[in-house]
T-cell receptor, first 112, second 112 residues
Framework: DVKVTQSSRYLVKRTGEKVFLECVQD?????MFWYRQDPGLGLRLIYF???????EKGDIPEGYSVSREKKERFSLILESASTNQTSMYLC???????????FGPGTRLLVL | DAKTTQPNSMESNEEEPVHLPCNHS???????IHWYRQLPSQGPEYVIH???SNVNNRMASLAIAEDRKSSTLILHRATLRDAAVYYC?????????????FGQGTELSVKP
């Protein structure tokens, strides 16, 4: 059974803190993605990665960075968390092309 | 990427069929039609996809109009567990990166 796991389901951080969200997939997928989901705005792509050490900006990369040191792990970093980064964060992976994208359960982040 | 239009919400009764429409009048010849759904408090999951012909799988059926400008996701017997937001997404065969662009989707509620 395919699996994408995220390090936390719920997270509370303070403004200015550095935040790490981790995502791990066990399917040997090349491509991994970070989305955020907000009411009324739907899912929006933050960053994605086609391979180890490669990254591409999505639609809303400002305020975020990513790291892909190993194929199975894709980390989203909030360098200095702000209240407008309070959101649901979803990680996904796919082997590529038109293949199915598998999502993790999401991390609900609250920045106070 | 071509745009899709879906109703914001729909209601169904349990054990009755549900037809979820999607309009994609600007679809190109290389666009596949994908459907994902997102159950409450979970990440999205793949439902079905097709190009020109109608498709069936264990979850649903996909009926594609002859001119491909619209499609319908069919749940043959809705259950309470089918209550979710359903997303109709066009994916270009040339999009090898596997990105998904989500619209607002249709929120399906199922009444017992």
């Amino acid at each position: 059974d395919v699996k994408v796991t995220q390090s936390s389901r719920y997270l509370v951080k303070r403004t200015g803190e550095k935040v790490f969200l981790e995502c791990v997939q066990d399917m040997d997928h090349e491509n991994m993605f970070w989305y955020r989901q907000d009411p009324g705005l739907g899912l929006r792509l933050i960053y994605f990665s086609y391979d180890v050490k490669m990254k591409e900006k999505g639609d809303i990369p400002e305020g975020y960075s990513v790291s892909r040191e190993k194929k199975e792990r894709f980390s989203l970093i909030l360098e200095s968390a702000s209240t407008n980064q309070t959101s649901m964060y979803l990680c996904a992976s796919t082997i590529g092309g038109l293949k199915t994208q598998y999502f993790g359960p999401g991390t609900r982040l609250l920045v106070l | 990427d071509a745009k899709t239009t879906q109703p914001n919400s729909m209601e169904s009764n349990e054990e009755e069929p549900v037809h979820l429409p999607c309009n994609h009048s600007t679809i190109s010849g290389t666009d596949y039609i994908h459907w994902y759904r997102q159950l409450p408090s979970q990440g999205p999951e793949y439902v079905i996809h097709g190009l020109t012909s109608n498709v069936n799988n264990r979850m649903a059926s996909l009926a594609i109009a002859e001119d491909r400008k619209s499609s319908t996701l069919i749940l043959h017997r809705a259950t309470l567990r089918d209550a979710a937001v359903y997303y109709c997404i066009l994916r270009d065969v040339n999009n090898q990166g596997g990105k998904l662009i989500f619209g607002q989707g249709t929120e399906l509620s199922v009444k017992p």
